[in-house]
């Protein structure tokens, strides 16, 4: 039996030409795309938008009254969660990892939503899990029917979105050779391989959320290809861990270029945490030659703007005496 699917997004989200910023990098004109998954509505966007469509859909099928999911205070998560719920007529609690903060960013978003906020200071990544566990505990002892969600959505049941995008992608755009994506917990990168059938179509770059991003890609490609009923994807995963800088969360100067780049050459408007890093990863495999000339690529524009409402255009390049950087722990 497919697995359920409940309607969140706006789809199929576009697929747009960046001829110019091509340019500045080297690509021909119609070599250069971007996936606008930025553009997938729910309360400001965001990939988090396709894996909600199948985890709200599975927990209504277990007749569940409450989505309870956490991560960093910018969590596009938690902020994507609490707009789906508030869609479905479900509760919503969100664990934050942080002491609590004047809303910046994702939260002014989490209060306006209504989302029941549990604020669970600096913790990791583990003891966040184990945060949205305590909360998930305490809601049932209630008497709820609470469903619990890991850090950014990040299950199997969640990837499967990323296969149908990778078909979306497919229908919109024929010969395209990469697509390159940033990579928290892997999940989205994960789907896209299962959809797309081949590792050496996607290039991962790694945001510091996990150490073990290309094993964990590489495994849950394998399963939610199986669930989906594909085959296993051919070739080897592709993750460049070489953009991370100082952490999850933290600015590095290769991604505040990039973010400044595609904002004055498309107008287009990336993440500090998360699409800044992977433009970065972009540019750098272009200039090595890790992307040839004549390769077709799609750069997948996941969202998160919100988070540059909380940063500060100061704290994104690493500069000394750059502000505190933002979130610790993962969305
Ligand atoms: C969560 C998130 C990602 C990472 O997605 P994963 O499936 O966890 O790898 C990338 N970009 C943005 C903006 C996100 O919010």
């Known amino acids: 039996m497919p697995t359920p699917r409940v309607a969140l997004a706006h789809l199929p989200t576009p697929v747009e030409p960046m001829d110019r910023l091509g340019a500045a990098l080297g690509f021909d004109p119609g070599e250069l795309w971007v996936k606008r998954d930025d553009c997938t509505g729910l309360a400001g966007g965001g990939n988090k938008a396709r894996k909600l469509e199948y985890l709200c859909a599975d927990a209504l099928a277990q007749g569940c009254d409450t989505l309870v999911t956490g991560g960093g205070a910018q969590s596009n998560h938690a902020r994507m969660t609490a707009a789906a719920a508030n869609k479905l007529g479900l509760g919503c609690t969100i664990v934050l990892a942080a002491d609590e903060e004047v809303p910046a960013g994702n939260v002014v978003l989490d209060v306006v939503l209504g989302a029941e906020i549990v604020w669970a200071g600096p913790l990791g990544y583990r003891a966040t899990e184990a945060a949205i566990e305590g909360a998930y505990a305490r809601l049932a002892a209630a008497g709820r029917r609470p469903y619990l969600m890991p850090i950014g959505g990040a299950t199997v049941v969640g990837a499967l979105g990323y296969v149908d995008a990778a078909d979306e992608l497919v229908a919109q755009l024929p010969d ?7 990579g928290g917990s892997g999940g989205t990168h994960a789907g896209l391989v299962a959809g797309l059938g081949d590792h050496a179509k996607v290039l991962g770059v790694n945001v510091g959320a996990r150490r073990d991003l290309a094993e964990a890609v590489s495994l849950k490609a394998a399963e939610v290809a199986d669930l989906r009923g594909r085959p296993s994807p051919s070739g080897t995963v592709q993750v460049d861990d070489a953009r991370v800088g100082a952490g999850y969360g933290m600015a590095t100067q290769d991604g505040g270029d990039a973010l400044e780049m595609t904002a004055r050459l498309e107008g287009l408007i990336l993440d500090p945490v998360y699409t800044a890093k992977a433009m970065a990863g972009l540019i750098a495999a272009r200039r090595d030659g890790r992307i040839a000339p004549g390769q077709r690529v799609v750069f997948l524009h996941t969202g998160g703007m919100p988070a540059l409402f ?11 005496g750059s502000p505190p950087a933002p979130p610790s722990s993962p969305s």
């Open 176 to 182: 395209v050779d990469l697509v390159v994506v940033a």
């Open 310 to 320: 909380a940063t500060g255009h100061r704290a994104l390049s690493e500069s000394p």
